[in-house]
Every structure is written in C-alpha cells, then in structure tokens.
C-alpha cells in the first residue's frame, strides 16, 4: 500500500536534492524541527476551493453555533469560555495528551498511516468533495498537513500548500472529526498553525476559498473577506470557485498565537488589578435589610442616605437636587412634590389613562397564549395594571421621572411589537400624547404658582 507514497517521495527527495535543499524526509516538521522550503513553479496553481465543494458537514449534528456570544479574534477577543476552552487544551498539551504536528507525504510509513487517517476525516466531514482529490492534495508531496493528535490518535487537521515566493500558505482543508468538534481543537489547530507557518516558514498570509459553512469559523479565526494581499500574489494561484467565499488571515509578527489567550488573560489581570487600585467597584457590601418585612407607607424611606447606605460616600454619590418643578393638581396642597403628594397626583393619572378610549390595548398584561412571541420580542414588559400595583405598594415611585418612565417604556413596547399601521400604535401614539398632556397640566415650573409651599 506505501509503494505509491515511496515513488511520490522518491521524485521528490530527487527533487529536493538537486534544488541542493536540506532532506526534507528525515524528520517530521514538528515545531523545533529545521525549517524545510519547496520550490513551487509560478504556473502551478493551488488547490483552492478544494474545501468548498465538500464542507457540507459542517455542524455534524454536533455543532451548536450561539450568535450572541463574543467573537474569539483578535478584534473582539474576551476573556472567556473561549479562553477557559484554550487553557484546557493547552494542559492536555503540557500532560502529552494533545500534540501537533506537521508532517507531508514524505514516504515516512508513520506520515503515511498519519495522512491517510487525516485523509479519512477530511472525506467525513467534507462529504461533497470528491474522495480522490482530497487523496490527491493530502498526498501531493507540496502540501503540508498539520495533525491534532490526541492521545496518538488523529482527531483532525489542516492541509495547506506553502506558496513560498509570496510568502502565502492557501488551506486547501481543515476538519475536526465530529465527536471533538466544539471543543476548542479547531481554533487551537488554526492557532498552532498561524503560529508555525509564520515562525517556521517566514509565512505572512493564509489564504482559504471557504465553504459557505464554515465562514463563521474562519471568521472567528480571524479570517476577512476582504482580501489585503497583493493581488499578484494569489491571483492565478488560488483557483475561484462559485458558492463559496475567499478569505484572508494576515500573521502579525509580534503576535504569538499560540500564546494569545494567556497573553489576553495576563493583560486583563493586570487591567483589573489597576482599576481596583483606582477604584472602589469591587467592594461590595451588605445589602440593606430594612425593605424585607414590607411594611406601611413611609416607613422605609431613607431620609439620609448617605450615612445609612454603605458606599453611597465611597462611590462620591451625590443626593440629586430637590425638583425644580411643583404640583398644581387639586389636593396637593402646597404643590412640594412629596411623596404623599406625587402618588395623589400619580393616582389621579392613572385614573384618567385608564378612562380613556385608546387605553384597552394596555390596560393589563400581554397574555403569551394569544401572542406567543410578544415577550421574545419585549424584553421589559409592562402594562398600566402593573404600574397601578407599583404604585399602590408607596414604596415603589419615589419620583415623577419614574412613574413617566413606566409609562413610557409601555408606548415603547407596543410600537416596538406593533406595526405601524396598526391600530395598537395608533393607540399608543395617542395615548401617549394624553399621558403627556395631563402630566404637563398637572405640573408647573413657575414655582410660585404652585402654592403656599415657599412659606414651608
Ligand atoms: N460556522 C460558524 N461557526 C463555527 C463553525 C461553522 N461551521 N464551526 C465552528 N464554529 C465556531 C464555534 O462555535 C466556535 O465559536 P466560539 O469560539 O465563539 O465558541 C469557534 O468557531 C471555534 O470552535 P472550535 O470548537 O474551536 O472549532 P471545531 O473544533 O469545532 O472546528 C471546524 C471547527 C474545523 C470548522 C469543524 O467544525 C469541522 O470540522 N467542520 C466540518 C468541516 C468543515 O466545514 N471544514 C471547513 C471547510 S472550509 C475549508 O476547509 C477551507
């Protein structure tokens, strides 16, 4: 079965030795090895695209990709379950469980059963691509193939094809067998690999004619679509393909990939260790207890905060100033905003909303069995019969601004759910207006108007 890889490697030792370079046969290119350099004719082309055709099976039934999570490149690098994946990884590397190797068609008999389980994955999970042309790359004697080994077994890979001149390396395929996918191996895989070609092989770009599928991956790696290259440098080496998308990854020098996330992980240490120098953030104290028994109006009300809540001086809080505005509604006495006086004037709004005819829309709370995704799409509810019971327990609105939030977060709502042709924001529009319009009545900013109070 070797006998064909021997006459692969045999043309090529030939090669190799009259071009007078190093025997590339006698080691693997493992990370300390010796860098090894082929010589590629300018009208030989890539193997582009060769992964397009097949990365159908991207997700395995294994793979559960969450948009909302942060991207782990360079640019929006967190410090996260991305970096607790990489730590974990990079133990299994200290323990000898993980290791990485790059290796070619190179009639080593151990490279050889290496390639062909490599080879074995690739045909899995790029179910599209033909089965020979992968052959064809994974054994072409110019492709390197960097393996994931775990416990000696290999569970994935990456074949690439180093376009020397242009200093360019074009991933022809990259697959992880599916039961180890989402576990961090690829990404560790595409860092090992940037790592290698850049230090290894004076690489400065990779380039890839990804599958449609695995876009989200090799963005995530820090792949663009948008290519910086010199066009001379790929155009005619990369082969096109319609249905799939070329991307870039330019290698920084100053970068080790390898070490990136310890690197973000000691960084932000260091950021955090300065801000709790600077501030008083993480100091977190006892909650107040004096809410828990519920209790009649007034009774909680912290009349001095800033000596009754611990930290309130610590985080410089200032008490806000008293309400420049008065009340002018009928028994409000001297028009002081107090909080006696804001919930008559906040109940008598209420009252009135309520009586008005564009109200029944929001008079009590969406009900989920009518309109299934309402609070999918509606994150901060709220309706006037909850505004009623939080005005009703006297603990709740201490200021106008609060009550009017709630209101307003309500017309929000709806038309953020609603249409705008519909009649529940034709309601809310009106609604609001009348909301306005009675808070505006009920107030004054001519202070002098409001009352006696002054005399207080
Ligand atoms: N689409 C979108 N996002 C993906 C995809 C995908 N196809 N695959 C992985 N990701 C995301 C992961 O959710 C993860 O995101 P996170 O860091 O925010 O959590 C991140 O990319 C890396 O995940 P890993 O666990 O490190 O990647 P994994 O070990 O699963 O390997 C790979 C990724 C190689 C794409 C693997 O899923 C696979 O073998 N897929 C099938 C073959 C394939 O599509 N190969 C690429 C074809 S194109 C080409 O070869 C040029």
Known sequence: MFDFFKSETNNNNENNKKRGRENENENENTFENKKTKMEIKTEDFGSGGAALLGATNGMNGAMVINPGEKSNTLGGQTVGHYANRDMHLRKQEEDGELQWKVIKNDGNEQHSIWLIALKNIFSKQLPNMPKEYIVRLVFDPRHHSMLCLKNDVVIGGITYRPFWRQNMCEIAFCAISANEQVKGYGTRLMNHLKEYVKEEEDMTHLITFADNNAVGYFSKQGFTKDIVMEREKWVGYIKEYDGGTIMECALEAQI?????????????????????????????????????????????????????????????????????????????????????????????????????????????????????????????????????????????????????????????????????????????????????????????????????????
Request: with cysteine; hydrophobic share 35%.
């Open 256 to 456: 080790s990939y390898v070490d990136f996330p310890k690197n973000i992980r000691a960084q932000r240490e260091c950021v955090e260790a300065k801000v709790r120098e600077m501030t008083t953030a993480h100091v977190v104290y006892p909650g107040l207890t004096r809410f828990k028994d519920g209790g009649e109006f007034g009774k909680h009300r912290i009349t001095d905060p800033l000596s009754t809540i611990k930290g309130l001086k610590e985080a410089k809080w200032k008490a806000p100033d008293p309400p420049r505005y008065r009340l002018v509604h009928p028994g409000c006495v001297d028009g002081y905003p107090t909080i006696e006086n804001l919930h008559k004037f906040m109940r008598s709004i209420v009252a009135i909303v309520k009586t008005h005819p564009d109200s029944w829309p929001f008079i009590s709370a969406v009900n989920k069995e009518e309109v299934p995704d309402y609070y999918e799409v509606v994150k901060d509810p709220t309706d006037i019969e909850s505004v009623s019971e939080r005005l009703e327990s006297e603990n709740y609105y201490v200021t106008l601004e609060m009550f009017a939030a709630d209101f307003k977060r309500m017309f929000e709502n709806c038309r953020l759910y609603n249409a705008v042709d519909t009649i529940y924001y034709k309601c809310a529009n009106r609604l609001e207006l009348f909301f306005d319009a009675k808070i505006a009545a009920g107030i004054t900013f001519k202070v002098r108007e409001a009352g006696s109070y002054l005399n207080r």
